[in-house]
């Protein structure tokens, strides 16, 4: 057997591919840890600024995106389950949504920043330099947060997609759920990740 | 005892032989756990002469008082440099990256890795995060000047290229956590038949603490490190006591981090040199569970600990309080570990080699670093041997003592495995005199400078230090003599030396019952395992 038939010794191992993606979701969670333990010092080191930039934030739009994710996980969810009953072209369908509502969740993302952004409420913008000290650090944290969560639903999207191809292609599909069942999990990460920011920042007030 | 259902046949090829590309993209594209152990291999060698280099250019400068070769801007610059390559780029990867990724899918008689292109893709990851480290040397404003450590709020304001290199070190922190998941899956999913987890080599256990503190630490660091970045450039106010951040929790996040790496940095060694004892005792390691279960309680105790580097920069008192009685809890798995490794050679009928001698050496290194660990755990102590050379002499103790010794043990112990040449044993014990003398008359002296009142990072010494400068530096001499030695004595077997047995030292392990080198599927079928690891009895003696 030459080296790269090697290299895919073990495809038919499911369990094995599910054991390293939790442990990449591990990891994952502990790079969010960092950033979750950074917010609780500060919030307790500034409550009352924390609380007037949570209300600065536009409720609305969290709350819109968080039904958005929810969504999306659920489409995540039957595809999953659409792929375990060995229908493929199904769960190609409901992996385009989900990456069609991942997409529509970032288009939120960049009215709500763009709106923060025009306000001059970014970090060493303007209108944020005049708030006191606190309130810069809620918003250094705003932004940090959200776009590394950001970050991971862009990364989400572009796996997801390339998982629907593969699935319409055949080259995943039924034979190989352990796939899409990773690319779920991950998305799953993603949603849950948000529903912590969520109150953290929007609900604040 | 491990058996093989069948004789060992010599008719496939060797890894080395065996590759469907040509030339250098047989070794760049290869998923082949043995290669990527190479590919690590020797872009770690050639990375920790580079850090040797900026280490004895250190040493020169402190050869006398005053301004020798360099400014004191060059000086901190080769101080973090040489901080950077050593922890990032040898220490912290090196032995599971290289001995891991080569014998653990051997020692639990799998065919590979659990994910062979993820272990391909983790040295893609190193050699980025190495690549721009250096660049970060030659590029923008000058090499980072900061100190390993990357502290805010210096590491915030300085204007040299603490950017790249922050970030060099976040990409390879990445390249850590993929070998971690790599190697816990592979322990979980693809030992061979019979081989139960109190069956597995002391090595594989070591491997497996050192995966979890990998998966579980490192991501925090990166975290931390990617703030930094971000502070740098847009100024989010979390460390920046200016912007209303706390450099205080800079130091806990990224010691939550380093601290357990110093962990990931020495359970490997230990696992080697476990190895390596029982080989040349010719008896089975003494305390098997209490080896196994000793990385484990490293691994989870070690965790806990980090903010022992933080003892002077503001605590509470009783926060102190508990870091330092963890710090010297530490110590109980790791005491274990050294008692177990002596009461194996108590008795034993000992052959000695080359392996041995540089393991025995890492015992009474690690121990003289352990020690002096448990002392600056004390808080009194660490008041006042802080930043001194007294860290220094320790930390040297134990990265190069400990995991550099346990480095070249083990490549002693399987070089003949690994590349199926044999070295000159004679040259192998020479070496050993000039690297372990000079060694200490550096690094000890540096305990000693430190207990004085040298401060670490300091371009320039005071009158009374002289003579302990003067120690150290000439002492650096014989140590890079002991290396080259070692190294060139390597080189020599690559291209001279003679072919070497399938089991040179006798040992008991799955590694030596399959050819030297390695076919690329190390097993001409799956072996199924028995009994326990290190069976010697019964054994005639060869």
Known sequence: MTSTAHASAHPSDAFGARLGMWLFLVTEILLFGGLFIAYSYMRARYPHEFHAGGKELNVFLGVLNTAVLLTSSLTMALAVARVRRGDGRAAAALTGATVLLGLCFLAIKAVEWSQKIGHGLYPGGPALLSLPLGERVFFGLYFTMTGLHGLHVLAGVSVLSVMGVLLLRGKSGPARPAVLENGGLYWHLVDVVWIYLLPLFYLAA | MTTLARPLPHTLPSYLEDSPRRGIAAWLLSTDHKRVAMLYLFSMVSLFFVGVALGVLMRLEQLTMGRTLMSAQ??????????????????????????????????????????????????????????????????????????????????????????????????????????????????????????????????????????????????????????????????????????????????????????????????????????????????PIFGYRAIAYSSLSIAAFGSLVWAHHMFTSGMSAFGNLIFSFLTMVVAIPSAIKVFNWTATLYKGSIRFSPALLYAVSFIFLFCIGGLTGVMQGALAINQHVHDTYFIVGHFHYVMFGGTGFAFFAALLYWFPKMFGKTYNQKVAYLSWFPLFTGFNMLYFTMLVLGYMGQPRRYYDHLPQYHTGHLVATVGSWFLVAGLLLLFGNFVWALFRGEKAADNPWGGVTLEWKVPSPPPVENFEETPVVTGPPYAFEGEALP
């Not at chain 2, 990032?88 to 890795?113: K, Q, S, T, Y």
């Not at chain 2, 292109?117 to 050699?127: E, G, H, M, Q």
Request: charged share 10%; net charge positive.
């Open chain 2, 74 to 283: 060059t000086y901190n610059a080769l101080f973090t440099v040489h901080g950077v390559i050593m922890i990032f780029m040898f220490v912290v990867p090196g032995l599971p990256a290289v001995f891991g990724n080569f014998f653990l899918p051997i020692l639990v008689g799998a065919r590979d890795v659990a994910f062979p292109r993820l272990n391909l893709a983790s040295w893609y990851f190193f050699i980025v995060g190495a690549l721009l480290a250096v660049l970060s040397l030659f590029t923008g404003k000058g090499a980072p000047d900061t100190g390993w450590t990357f502290y805010v709020p210096f590491s915030l304001q300085s204007g040299t290229n603490v950017t790249l290199a922050v970030f060099a070190a976040f990409v390879m922190g990445w390249s850590s956590i993929l070998t971690g998941i790599n190697f816990i899956t592979t322990i979980h999913r693809l030992r061979a038949p019979g081989m139960t987890w109190h069956r597995m080599p002391l090595f594989c256990w070591a491997l497996y603490a050192t995966s979890w503190i990998q998966i579980l630490a490192t991501p925090v660091l990166g975290i931390t490190l990617i703030l930094v970045i971000l502070e740098r450039f847009f100024g989010i106010g979390i460390f920046d006591p200016a912007r209303g951040g706390d450099p205080i929790l800079y130091q806990h996040l990224f010691w939550i981090y380093s601290h357990p790496a110093v962990y990931i940095m020495i359970l490997p060694a230990m696992g080697a040199i476990t190895e390596i004892l029982p080989t040349f005792a010719r008896r």
